[in-house]
């Protein structure tokens, strides 16, 4: 079945450092995906997305990547910070959206 | 623009009680979805609901129940509970669905315990 996966369950930086972190699916014909954040006790809150026409987009401190040829898609924070410390989910669309298992990200201060 | 609301944020109930959750989507958003959350085993789909209509379930069982008023609120009910059933659940609302490679925006999300 249609699947997408995070190939780290955690994930520790050094504040200031850049952070990536990894998504792979398996549907080719996901046309749209998404990145969201989740803080404890709240729900997951949209950071970026990106459609399968771009390989690249970038938000503030966020780039999203996209390579369709092996089907994986990958999340940079520039200057990583505490409030960044969260677990980050990615998306991806078919007949329902299918999500990965997540990545906790902790900053070390 | 008020974000997607659910309510209550907090249940506990007993095993074989029933429960209703409830959503309302952002503004103009038609449809809705549902996911349950737990630790082990992530965020899995429930149902999707777009002008009132069922458009796509998940592998759960029957007694998992939804609903989608014409004002787009939802409902999702759970009857006969188990102690598994314990988990935070999300509604997510988005303009026209996944399908149409809309973005989804989440609640905050109803935490249920089933003691």
């Known amino acids: 079945g249609e699947s997408v996966g995070l190939h780290l369950p955690t994930l520790s930086v050094q504040e200031g450092d850049n952070s990536i972190i990894n998504c792979a699916y398996s549907?080719?014909?996901?046309?749209?995906f998404i990145w969201y954040k989740q803080e404890s006790g709240k729900g997951p809150q949209f950071i970026i997305d990106?459609?399968?026409?771009?390989d690249k987009r970038q938000g503030q401190r966020v780039t999203v990547l996209l390579n369709k040829t092996v089907k994986h898609l990958s999340l940079q924070i520039a200057a990583t910070q505490p409030g960044d410390s969260a677990v980050y989910f990615c998306a991806g669309n078919g007949n329902q959206f299918y999500f990965g298992t997540g990545t906790s990200l902790t900053v070390i201060p | 623009k008020a974000g997607v609301t659910q309510t209550p944020r907090y249940l506990i109930k007993t095993r074989g009680q029933q429960v209703t959750l409830s959503c309302s989507p952002i503004?103009?958003?038609?449809?809705v979805s549902w996911y349950q959350q737990t630790p082990g085993q992530g965020l899995q789909f429930l149902f999707e609901?777009?002008?009132?209509?069922?458009?796509n379930k998940g592998n759960f069982p029957g007694r998992f129940s939804g609903r989608q008023f014409s004002n787009s609120r939802s409902e999702m009910n759970v009857s006969t509970l188990e102690l598994g059933d314990s988990a935070l659940y999300l509604c997510a609302s988005s303009s026209f669905g996944s399908a149409w490679g809309d973005t989804q925006y989440f609640g905050p999300g109803t935490r249920l315990t089933v003691l």
């Open positions: 503004s103009g958003h038609r449809s």
């Open positions: 609901y777009f002008s009132e209509t069922q458009r």
């Open positions: 549907n080719s014909a996901s046309d749209y």
């Open positions: 990106i459609r399968s026409n771009m």
